[in-house]
């Protein structure tokens, strides 16, 4: 089992930054793939970003955030970071947490709880 919390959501200004993240405990080896999706109101959940652990922690990103956001990890503390930029009201959105793990048996995906980010035109 693995567990996913975040934090650092919030309300800011367009134009303005904020750094989300996502703290991994529980059976943190067996985490393969980390990423950040987001739903906005009455939209379907959407990939924002991931990154491929033992992989170089190789990146991919939307095309709505390429350029602006930025993912990394800090692999002592189980920590994954969405940093956000140049924020516009069209990213506001609640932003989860995900974590696919490989077990011999198979493979189990999980999701945090998620984090409200509001951007004010």
């Known amino acids: 089992q693995v567990q996913l919390v975040e934090s650092g959501g919030g309300l800011v200004q367009a134009g303005g930054s904020l750094r989300l993240s996502c703290t991994a405990s529980?059976?943190?080896?067996?985490?393969?793939?980390l990423a950040w999706y987001r739903q906005a109101p009455g939209k379907q959940r959407e990939l924002v970003g991931k990154?491929?652990?033992?992989?170089?922690?190789?990146?991919n990103y939307a095309d709505s955030v390429k350029g602006r956001f930025t993912i990394s990890r800090d692999n002592a503390k189980s920590v994954v970071y969405l940093q956000m930029n140049s924020l516009k009201p069209e990213d506001t959105a609640v932003y989860y947490c995900?974590?696919?793990?490989?077990?011999?048996?198979?493979?189990?995906?999980?999701w945090g709880q998620g984090t409200q980010v509001t951007v004010s035109s």
């Open positions: 995900y974590a696919v793990s490989e077990y011999r048996s198979g493979i189990t995906d999980y």
């Open positions: 529980g059976s943190i080896f067996s985490i393969s793939v």
């Open positions: 990154i491929a652990i033992g992989s170089g922690d190789s990146t």
